[in-house]
Antibody, heavy 126, light 106 residues
Framework: QVQLVQSGAEVKKPGASVNVSCKAS????????MHWVRQAPGQGLEWMGI????????SYTQKFQGRVTMTRDTSTSTVYMELSSLRSEDTAVYYC???????????????????WGQGTTVTVSS | SYELTQPPSVSVSPGQTASITCSGD??????ACWYQQKPGQSPVLVIY???KRPSGIPERFSGSNSGNTATLTISGTQAMDEADYYC?????????FGGGTKLTVL
């Protein structure tokens, strides 16, 4: 069964950086888009960005531009999300999720985020 | 920036039909997805490409999308369907989530 296994909970001080990993099964990273989504306590889902399976290019939502870096290591089938200059508002559960997107036609066909990691709790506190 | 709007809460009696809406400008021209999230759990995809159910999702879950509104319909709602539901769409290479709807089965 396909799984995305994330790294464990983190506690960080304001101004620090956090690196969350997400290990996928073989071939996932070269076939599926990999999303990062976060959820603050009691709040909704917030999309952060994505890694493209073709070449590993990235796209980030404007809110996190300059603070987030998403990378991948295809040799270990792992994607990483680093968030820097942490503040208390970054306290949240961070999820990775995969999505298949068919880009062979003029119009892309999106298949939804069908597999999610278990989530990584990041707490930012002084 | 593009926005998706959902009602904060919807209530339904067991066995009845629940409808959760998601509104956005010309949303019908995009594909809508729906996710179910229970407390302390990761989201689960229940509808993609407006109307399609992933393997393992019960038939009582269905979706539609036209004009400015996508709708998730749960027929014969069960107590286990009580959860938060989020709609999602792509807009200009960006993923947008709705604010979420808490479905209460009472």
């Amino acid at each position: 069964q396909v799984q995305l296994v994330q790294s464990g909970a983190e506690v960080k001080k304001p101004g620090a950086s956090v690196n969350v990993s997400c290990k996928a099964s073989e071939h996932t990273l070269t076939t599926y888009y990999m999303h990062w989504v976060r959820q603050a306590p009691g709040q909704g889902l917030e999309w952060m960005g994505i890694i493209n399976p073709s070449g590993g290019s990235t796209s980030y939502t404007q809110k996190f531009q300059g603070r987030v870096t998403m990378t991948r290591d295809t040799s270990t089938s792992t994607v990483y999300m680093e968030l820097s200059s942490l503040r208390s508002e970054d306290t949240a559960v961070y999820y990775c999720a995969r999505e298949y997107v068919d880009t062979t036609m003029v119009t892309s066909f999106y298949y939804g985020m069908d597999v999610w990691g278990q989530g990584t709790t990041v707490t930012v506190s002084s | 920036s593009y926005e998706l709007t959902q009602p904060p809460s919807v209530s339904v009696s067991p066995g009845q039909t629940a409808s959760i809406t998601c509104s956005g400008d010309k949303l019908g021209n995009k594909y809508a997805c729906w996710y179910q999230q229970k407390p302390g759990q990761s989201p689960v995809l229940v509808i993609y490409q407006d109307t399609k159910r992933p393997s393992g999702i019960p038939e009582r879950f269905s979706g539609s999308n036209s004009g400015n509104t996508a709708t998730l319909t749960i027929s014969g709602t069960q107590a286990m369907d009580e959860a938060d539901y989020y709609c999602q769409a792509w807009d200009s290479s960006t993923v947008i989530f709705g604010g979420g709807t808490k479905l209460t089965v009472l």
